[in-house]
């Protein structure tokens, strides 16, 4: 009875320090995180049918008709890493979509026809103001949209491109101004203390368009200047700032300050 009593007491006093030895430790973790306004992660434009990229204006929005990718959570496909024990996520929902201009919006999943369905697009010709629903419909993991006959403008003519362009997650508002997803928020409760932006500054991947950082001629420059912006109509780099030994990678800073605090 007494050994007992004794283990028991040891036991609660070494529960005592490791409580308190474990409190004191920052733990941290590798940070990324997903955007409510999905047209920021989409990594960019092609042309309408899939093809090369149009021209862009200093911000990323294309000068013509365009096509772009929002999500493929396709799992053990052919491109990708096995991992056997993967499910899907479900990714259905409605999504709101707005942007300065007019189009012609055609959904794009993988299988041809069907899955998913544009509703209620309408114009407010005194904002220049395009509206939609895009509904995309459960068993289906990848969603593009092409957008043809867009008119930037009000008297442009066809094949001008658009701006400003939002693609809201379920769940959220139309006019929401919330940057990150609950689920990322909520991805950073304790016990993280640190995150660590290796990801999302993209450290990695500087000196990708050389091969190295050194040609043989120069060092590729990479100045504040050419930093992502939040006002760049994706994260990740704009071409014209990657280019000419140019190199612009990874997410603003403004946003990871913003998950930080």
Not at 87 to 104: D, H, P
Request: charged share 15%; proline share 6%; glycine share 12%.
């Amino acid at each position: 009875m007494r050994r007992k009593t004794g283990s028991i007491l040891l036991l609660g006093l070494l529960s005592g320090w490791s409580a308190t030895l474990f409190a004191a430790q920052p733990f941290g973790v590798n940070g990324d995180w997903d955007f409510v306004d999905l047209i920021k992660s989409s990594g960019g434009w092609n042309g309408p049918s899939g093809g090369n990229a149009p021209a862009l204006d200093s911000n990323g929005w294309p000068l013509g008709d365009a096509q772009v990718t929002l999500m493929d959570e396709r799992k053990n496909m052919p491109w990708r890493a096995p991992d056997a024990p993967a499910i899907n996520e479900n990714v259905a929902g409605t999504y709101r979509l707005s942007f300065t201009g007019q189009a012609t919006i055609i959904g794009i999943t993988e299988i041809t026809g069907g899955g998913i369905r544009v509703q209620g697009q309408h114009y407010n010709p005194s904002t220049n103001t395009t509206t939609a629903s895009v509904v995309f419909e459960p068993g289906h993991w990848l969603m593009q949209l092409s957008f043809r006959n867009t008119r930037r403008n009000p008297g442009d003519q066809a094949g001008t491109g658009f701006t400003n362009m939002q693609l809201i997650r379920p769940g959220y508002p139309a006019n929401t101004t919330q940057v990150f997803t609950k689920g990322s928020l909520q991805a950073y409760q304790v016990p993280f203390s640190a995150i660590r932006f290796l990801g999302p500054d993209a450290a990695n991947n500087y000196c990708s368009n050389l091969g190295n950082c050194f040609d043989g001629t120069q060092v590729a420059p990479v100045t504040w200047a050419n930093r992502v912006q939040v006002t760049d109509a994706f994260q990740g780099g704009l071409p014209a700032k990657n280019t000419n030994h140019l190199e612009s990678h990874g997410d603003a800073w403004e946003y990871m300050i913003m998950i930080a605090n």
